[in-house]
């Protein structure tokens, strides 16, 4: 089935992120996006699972154990590389605009038009976003932006720990793949990314976010998984918990302190 691109879609190029394999979930995307009339590009998933991951040469497993106290599974680093997946060929199509979608997700029927009410938002507020969140809540560092629909867009210094469903600016998707936290895998996509967006300040989210999960097994051993490794025990100490937490939340306090104070009263 052809299906026609609609604004805001016309602008924007949406990446489906699925392992092979997974076909169920690929129809479950497949049949909501389509019945949405938003076109998509499958990209497939890089399979971590059975990675070495000591072997991977971008790996920096002392700087994991210092971050989180603990050696990343091959899961995570498949999940990361993924992400960087996309946006790297979001630079080498120069496209301007990229919606990356975990398969797992699933788009309400106004999906397109809270899209181009962010997207509106977005051009009077801040032209030079680098991404938004779709589908997870943080209540830290925030800065109430608009209502959208029946959600409010917020300026997020410290994004929500989820990577289901981002739309990216291809100006955001350099500035992460230029960092050092794109470059060397030393933890989750998803924290990586806000440890970056903390010390930029371009970072939105929808809240109540979208996009929800269909709460599926995971695949690919990323978020759910990590998750729950940390609850069965592989926890952080308190020096590990410092140097992670301290200068995200540094960072966010001073980002959110100098807009605010940039922003008419």
């Known amino acids: 089935m052809t299906v026609h691109a609609q604004p805001p879609f016309d602008a924007i190029t949406t990446f489906v992120i699925n392992l092979d394999g997974s076909d169920e979930r690929l129809s479950l995307i497949t049949e909501n996006l389509t019945s949405l009339n938003i076109p998509f590009e499958r990209v497939p998933a890089v399979d971590g699972r059975r990675f070495d991951v000591h072997a991977l040469p971008e790996y920096n497993d002392r700087r994991a154990k210092t971050r989180y106290g603990r050696t990343l599974n091959g899961g995570e680093i498949g999940c990361f590389k993924s992400h960087i997946k996309c946006l790297q060929k979001m ?49 830290r560092y925030m800065l109430r932006v608009n209502d959208i629909g029946s959600g409010t867009l917020f300026h997020s210094f410290f994004l929500p720990s989820n990577t289901g469903c981002i739309l990216w600016s291809q100006q955001g998707a350099r500035s992460f793949l230029g960092s050092y936290f794109a470059k060397v895998i030393s933890g989750p996509i998803d924290a990586e990314m806000r440890s970056h967006m903390t010390r930029t300040g371009k970072g939105y989210m929808i809240m109540p976010p979208p996009m929800t999960p269909r709460r599926l097994k995971s695949d690919i051993d990323s978020v759910t998984n990590r998750l729950s490794n940390v609850k069965n025990g ?9 140097m992670r937490h301290f200068p995200d939340h540094f960072w966010s306090w001073v980002n959110m302190t100098i807009t605010r104070l940039k922003k008419p009263r």
Do not use: G
């Open 91 to 139: 630079i080498d199509d120069d496209l301007p605009f990229a919606l990356i979608i975990e398969d797992d997700m699933q788009a309400p029927d106004d999906f397109s038009q809270v899209l181009q009410e962010c997207f509106d938002q977005l051009q009077t507020y801040d032209p030079n976003w680098h991404c938004v969140h779709f589908d997870a809540p943080s209540y």
């Open 234 to 242: 592989r926890k952080s100490n308190a020096k590990t918990k410092i």
